[in-house]
């Protein structure tokens, strides 16, 4: 096999043995670009560089017109200063090595001297304005790519998150992209104030002598040379530790989350996983201390051939003095200038770099935002038309993305209004999916769901949700006040009255009471004086929060399965009492309790296979019949008669 450039440089690198054979992970999804850091040439780096500094500053200029303009200006204003500070010194040194008596020649210097003075205090004073603006600058940009990312993500159609690769764009956006957008800023900054300083050093240069340009570049180019090698360096170190840092990451996660604190306690696994996260740390810290050898040497390459071209130029400077072809005063001044462009340079070619690795994080940002933008739907239609009287599914067929078999096939049934219709069916059979379609949350492949007569499509989804109450199977308590979780989007400015209601009906009233604030209690131990519920009592908040909306239509997804049984009891007396105003679509495995259901509706595989009251489906004998028989043989007491 050819032995590639990094190849050899590795294996002049000592480096220690790892503690065990490291793991092989799948190619980093999360930073693709991570394994070519450390070999991707500098011409690349440079090609893509205009269009990427463009970028930040068309970033920079959304969040604040007048902090940029403001951050350019004084640093454009700051480099043009540094440069007259050049000439002002030129001009020192031209009269000092003037002929005449010494007092006369400073007097005549003094001009030139008042000019430098002014110049470097007021590219202090500049500089001081410029560094204020930039952190203004970085604040602002960092505010508005959280608000885009934010935005732009919760604004995509549902199914996305069913898209892993969508998932896990957002997550390398979020995680690391999102916070070098701020950085990226900076280092723009820095290019171009690094930039315009050298522009005007090696303008002055040129006035001065029009060979001190070529000795200027001389000089400067192994510097750039090895900055950009030790930059280089770094990001090949960060490719071969990537696989152990990854472990170390998963380490500390596991060490530090509230999920698996239990466990590493019950299965004392404390020890051992403290060990391991030791021996792999020194084997970073060991890695690390060896390539730290190679970059010392790199850096002292760099420098002695700088070293070596600037005692060449030197050593020119002083032939053409000696020769006559330049003067004592210019001879200073460009020795000046050769150590300002260096340092210059320098800096300039570090703060490529560091743009270039901020810039490799932000396209992972700016990529969250192109996906995020295809899957955004443009909103149609209206509010539902009318209070619900109807709704129905004709021939609902409907697939996951990417699943292999489709969840619905061919659905069809009706709710009218005021009725409790229960779903049922084992699990699997595509009863939570039925309710997503007809929220809205999916649209069917095929088939139509229709309120009043009016297809879902034509109705935006936001106003349709108005209309109905969730209390979802796959709940999630919210980190805010049990206020805000019975409410939503109400929140704080909830109705006191249907609240009220809401928590009588579910049973939530007896969670709250016990909680410290009451509705004010935070429902997250995260927070001072959070609360931590129970299942049960989770669910009952659940409940609260379907039974709070002002509802055409109630879905109840498993309302019950944490729930005792008194809760569970009073939970669906006030679905049949909530269906008085509102009609009910529960679904439901407690077969007991959609005995009270106008209609019920059987679900196997995707399909409706029966519907009817419980007396027929039960009569028929099929699905229905069965699953009954086997939930009531479990409750039967021998001896013992059913009561009804
Ligand atoms: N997000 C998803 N992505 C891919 N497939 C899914 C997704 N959610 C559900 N499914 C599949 O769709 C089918 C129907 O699932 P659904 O959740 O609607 O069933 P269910 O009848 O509500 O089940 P349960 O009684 O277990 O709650 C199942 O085969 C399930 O694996």
């Known amino acids: 096999m050819r032995r590639t450039r990094t190849d050899r440089a590795r294996s002049r690198t000592r480096r220690p043995a790892p503690p065990w054979e490291l793991p092989e992970f799948a190619k980093s999804k999360y930073y693709p670009w991570l394994e070519e850091m450390g070999s991707i040439p500098v011409r690349r780096v440079a090609a893509r560089l205009p269009g990427q500094v463009a970028t930040a500053l068309r970033w920079a200029w959304r ?211 403290l060990a391991d996260y030791t021996a792999l740390a020194r084997y970073v810290r060991d890695s690390l201390l060896a390539i730290v050898g190679r970059q010392t040497a790199a850096r002292a390459t760099g420098e002695a051939a700088s070293g070596a071209v600037t005692l060449a130029t030197y050593a020119a400077l002083v032939w053409m003095l000696l020769g006559g072809w330049m003067p004592l005063a210019v001879a200073g ?79 069809s049934f009706r709710l009218r209004k005021g009725e409790v219709v229960a779903v049922v069916g084992p699990n699997g059979s595509g009863k939570t999916t039925v309710s997503t379609l007809i929220s809205g949350l999916f649209a069917p492949d095929r088939g139509t769901v229709a309120w009043n007569g009016r297809d879902l499509a034509d109705i935006d989804p936001e106003r349709l949700r108005e209309r109905i109450g969730a209390m979802r199977q796959n709940h999630s308590l919210w980190p805010a006040t049990a206020r805000r979780n019975v409410a939503m989007a109400e929140g704080e400015t909830a109705d006191e009255g249907r609240l009220h209601r809401a928590l009588a009906l579910s049973g939530a009233d007896e969670v709250v009471g016990e909680l410290p604030r009451g509705l004010d209690t935070v429902l997250d131990r995260r927070f001072k004086d959070g609360a931590d519920l ?92 069965e699953l009954y028989s086997i939930q009531a043989a479990a409750y039967e007491v021998p001896g013992v008669e059913e009561a009804s």
């Open 333 to 411: 001044t460009a020795y000046v200038a050769l150590g300002q462009g260096k340092a210059a340079l320098d800096r300039l070619v570090n703060a490529v770099a560091s743009f270039y690795e901020a810039s490799l994080y932000f396209s992972d940002f700016l990529e969250v935002l192109d996906q995020a933008r295809d899957r955004t739907p443009t909103p149609v239609g209206g509010p539902p038309p009318g209070p619900l009287e109807e709704l129905r599914l004709d021939d609902v067929h409907f697939s996951y993305p990417g699943a292999d078999a489709p969840a619905l096939r061919g659905v």
């Open 63 to 273: 969040a604040s017109p007048r902090d940029t303009a403001t951050v350019i200006g004084l640093n454009v204003a700051s480099a043009v200063l540094a440069a007259s500070v050049l000439a002002a010194l030129a001009g020192i040194l031209n009269e000092l090595f003037a002929e005449g008596p010494t007092p006369e020649r400073i007097r005549a210097a003094l001009p030139s001297l008042v000019l430098a003075g002014t110049a470097i205090t007021a590219r202090a004073a500049l500089r001081t304005a410029a560094i204020r603006s930039q952190g203004r600058l970085r604040h602002q940009v960092e505010l508005l790519a959280e608000t885009e990312l934010l935005g732009a993500v919760t604004a995509v159609r549902l199914e996305s998150f069913d898209e892993s690769d969508f998932c896990d764009a957002v997550y390398r956006g979020r995680d690391r992209g999102l916070h070098e957008a701020g950085r990226m800023i900076g280092y723009t900054v820095d290019i171009l104030a690094e930039t315009v300083g050298i522009i005007a050093v090696a303008s002055v240069v040129t006035v001065l002598h029009p060979v001190l340009l070529p000795l200027l570049a001389a000089t400067v180019l192994p510097v750039g040379w090895a900055a950009a090698r030790s930059a280089r360096m770094q990001y090949r170190r960060m490719r071969e530790l990537s696989t152990t840092n990854r472990l170390l990451y998963i380490h500390t996660f596991t060490m530090t989350q509230r999920e698996t604190a239990a466990e590493l306690r019950a299965y004392n696994m404390r020890t051992p996983m």
């Open 534 to 625: 129970s299942g049960g009592q989770r669910q009952r908040i659940a409940a609260a929060r379907g039974l709070y909306q002002r509802a055409d239509l109630i879905i109840a997804d498993e309302p019950t399965a944490a729930l005792d049984a008194y809760a569970e009891q009073r939970l669906f007396d006030s679905l049949q009492h909530a269906a008085r105003g509102a009609t009910v679509l529960l679904i439901t495995h407690r077969l007991a309790s959609v005995r009270m259901a106008d209609r019920i509706v059987v679900m196997d595989r995707g399909r409706v296979v029966e519907q009817g009251t419980h007396d027929e489906l039960v009569r028929r004998g099929g699905l229905y019949a």
